[in-house]
């Protein structure tokens, strides 16, 4: 059965860091392209990071490029997002996802709150 467990999130201060951490079981992790997504009420879920399957290659929505971080462990099962220079708009619930033949899978997900 495939799984996608969030970790991590939590409360920060603007300008604080946060490390996301996403577990995978289920499906040949180091074949698949790995992405986080965040939503907030209201909001479509829209994409944050995403990497390859080798790691060797990232993308990242424009309001994080140079604060985020997306890396994977294809030994662990892992994919983490480190995220720094936090601002309050970056409040949103956080998934971990795979595209699998088509189908999207999601994680629980994990809330980041960004305030003072």
């Known amino acids: 059965q495939l799984r996608l467990v969030e970790s991590g999130g939590g409360l920060v201060q603007p300008g604080g860091s946060l490390r996301l951490s996403c577990t995978a079981s289920g499906f040949t992790f180091n074949t698949s392209a790995m992405t986080w997504f965040r939503q907030t009420p209201g909001r479509l879920r829209e994409l944050v990071a995403a990497i390859i399957e080798t790691g060797d290659t990232t993308n990242y929505m424009d309001s994080v490029r140079g604060r985020f971080t997306i890396s994977r462990d294809n030994d662990k099962n892992t994919v983490d997002l480190e995220m720094n220079s936090l601002k309050p708009e970056d409040t949103a619930v956080y998934y971990c996802?795979?595209?699998?033949?088509?189908?999207?899978?999601w994680g629980q997900g994990t809330q980041v709150t960004v305030s003072s």
């Open positions: 996802s795979v595209l699998l033949r088509s189908n999207r899978y």
